[in-house]
């Protein structure tokens, strides 16, 4: 690992990043590059599932990774060597991953020949193809039970839980329907909820289909020489609930959403935005604490391109934060600035802004987040308009001559450490260690579902 403290530069006491190498250039293929206040402490290889990894879900003394083969659990009760407890075989990408009490919900957001663990790929024009959400008890960790499964129009790309005592529900997004496929038809201007009974999990079931674009959402705007395509709004790419404060915040390709949850089955839009210049697919969105600030990224690129070069510049596949103000008695999404990462990266590295999560700061809104190949980054959005970063962790290019895809998918912060889920390389665990940081390291919760914003105060 090379840590370049000597690189860093101290200013009014605190570290700040220095490039990722002390000239400036980009690292070796594979070479490890952090900024002094970071530390890479393990990284644990793929074993058994070959697939992408994908996001990451936590619980007491466990860690929850997707795959697209399936899912990984771990024992991370000492985070400088986790073991694995368990692997679990059932294919259908994306897998995204949420956990609560003993069970555990799979997105499958590929068209499957059934809704079984041992499906194959099917064509989404078959009316038999299923897509959907899985439910497994988790009860004993070394051996996750199959106990129902939900088909949801357009499939479960990702998912959210909003958590009751007996109930469990799940907003499934999902999006780009055609008039070829029989269980995902144009118009798919909503999302599906999902109620899973906790004790009875098996009588899972779609119970609500909430419209939240009834005049279409965007249109899109196609690409021009200057401009990357703006995505037409068919659906949801991701949501953040909030449920101690009852909002949720939604992703949805061409626009971005506050909504109100006091009714978890019928959420009702508060404010919608656009961004028509810089934003091109609205893909998740993040509060800070106190909820009155969302940070929405930007996958430009789909996340399979070169999107952190010089070429694409510093306000295209990054962030976008917004203060939610208070307006004629209204929520209102107020733009402030952008935030991307501030190293540029190779051609051949796939990157642009992913799954994040805070870090429960006091007094501050910093967040760490997954850039793919571009690496992981602890920024500070406590001014909305003058963000800035404050530590990374990055590898070097897979290859050196070949745009290949790999990359951190999700990088959250989780009782004093930073957990990445590398799509190529396994997971990582970090530790950073920064007076403006430190603060949260004595905050213990006991899950973590970062699409469902915990109450850390």
């Known amino acids: 690992m090379a840590t370049l403290a000597a690189a860093a530069v101290t200013l009014l006491g605190l570290a700040v990043p220095a490039p990722a190498t002390a000239d400036g250039s980009i690292p070796g293929v594979d070479e490890v590059v952090t900024s002094a206040n970071v530390e890479h402490l393990v990284n644990i290889p793929k074993q058994s599932l070959g ?18 083969d399936g899912f990984v659990i771990y024992d991370i009760s000492r985070p400088t060597s986790p073991k694995m407890v368990s692997q679990v075989l059932c294919p259908g990408s994306q897998n995204d991953i949420s956990v609560s009490g003993n069970l555990l919900v799979l997105s499958t957001d590929s068209s499957r020949s059934d809704n079984s663990c041992a499906s194959t790929s099917q064509s989404a024009a078959e009316k038999s193809s299923w897509e959907g959400v899985k439910v497994f008890d988790i009860s004993d960790k070394a051996n996750p039970r199959y106990v129902a499964a939900v088909e949801t129009a357009c499939g479960s790309h990702t ?41 009875h999990p098996e009588q899972a079931a779609v119970t609500a289909f909430p419209v939240l674009f009834p005049d279409g ?138 799954n994040g999560s805070l870090i429960p700061a006091k007094g501050r809104d910093i967040m760490v987040q997954a850039w793919y190949q571009g690496g992981v980054s602890v920024w500070d959005f406590t001014d909305s308009a003058r963000p800035k970063e404050i530590g990374f962790f990055e590898r070097g290019p897979i290859s050196a001559d070949t745009l290949t895809l790999g990359g951190s998918w999700s990088a959250y912060y989780y009782n004093g450490y930073i957990y990445s889920n590398d799509i190529a390389k396994g997971f990582d665990v970090l530790k950073i260690s920064d007076r403006r940081t430190d603060s949260a390291r004595g905050i213990r919760i006991a899950e973590l579902n970062v699409q469902t914003q915990p109450d850390y105060r």
């Open 51 to 68: 697939g992408f990894n994908t996001d990451l879900a936590f619980q007491g003394r466990y860690a929850f990774a997707g795959n697209y």
């Open 159 to 199: 998912h959210t839980l909003v958590p009751g005592k007996r109930d469990l529900f799940v907003y499934v997004s999902s999006y780009s329907p055609s008039a070829s496929f029989p269980d995902c038809q144009p118009p798919h201007d909503g999302i599906s909820v999902v109620k899973i009974p906790r004790s």
């Open 217 to 354: 959402g965007n249109p899109g705007v196609p690409p021009t020489d200057t401009q990357a395509r703006v995505s037409e709004t068919t659906g949801c790419h991701d949501i953040t609930a909030f449920p101690k404060l009852k909002l949720a915040a939604g992703a949805c390709m061409g626009d971005g959403i506050l909504m109100d949850i006091s009714d978890p089955e019928r959420p009702k839009v508060l404010d919608r935005v656009q961004d028509n210049v810089n934003f091109s697919f609205w893909h998740s969105a993040t509060f800070n604490e106190r909820g009155n600030k969302v940070v929405f990224t930007d996958e430009l690129g789909g996340g399979g391109g070169a999107e952190c070069n010089a070429a694409i510049g510093p306000q295209r596949g990054a962030d976008g934060i917004y203060d939610i103000v208070r307006k004629h008695g209204k929520s209102k999404l107020v733009f402030r600035n952008y935030y991307k990462i501030p190293r540029h990266q190779a051609d051949t590295e796939n990157c642009v802004a992913h």
